[in-house]
């Protein structure tokens, strides 16, 4: 079975940086987005990133000017770099690709997740 492997997680102060990153273990095939989630404790999981397979990318407003998103859809990775790091931005940070494509017509998707790594960010 596919997997999305996450790594790059840790503990840092505030106003530190950590760069996450994720790979497929095989190759997933019809990738058009991968992007990363997190889920901050008793919250909703949340997109913070993502990134298309035309390089085309769009972050939520509370990581704009602080975090990038970077990748090779094709070789199903992607990165995220985190700068400035806030409290706020502890959480479990998630990996996803969405994987679509059509038969006969109908668009069959497939999201696959990593187990995620946690960021802890100290004040």
């Known amino acids: 079975q596919v997997q999305l492997v996450e790594s790059g997680g840790g503990l840092v102060q505030a106003g530190g940086s950590l760069r996450l990153s994720c790979a497929a273990s095989?190759?997933?095939?019809?990738?058009?987005?991968m992007g990363w989630y997190r889920q901050a404790p008793g919250k909703d999981r949340e997109l913070v990133a993502r990134?298309?397979?035309?390089?085309?990318?769009d972050y939520t407003d509370s990581v704009k000017g602080r975090f990038t998103i970077s990748g090779d859809i094709a070789k199903n990775t992607v990165y995220l770099q985190m700068n400035n790091l806030k409290p706020e931005d502890t959480a479990v940070f998630y990996c996803?690709?969405?994987?679509?494509?059509?038969?006969?017509?109908?668009?069959?998707?497939?999201?696959?997740w990593g187990k995620g790594t946690l960021v802890t960010v100290s004040s």
């Open positions: 990134i298309t397979s035309s390089g085309s990318t």
């Open positions: 996803n690709a969405v994987q679509a494509f059509r038969v006969l017509g109908s668009l069959q998707q497939t999201n696959y």
């Open positions: 095989e190759t997933i095939f019809s990738i058009n987005a």
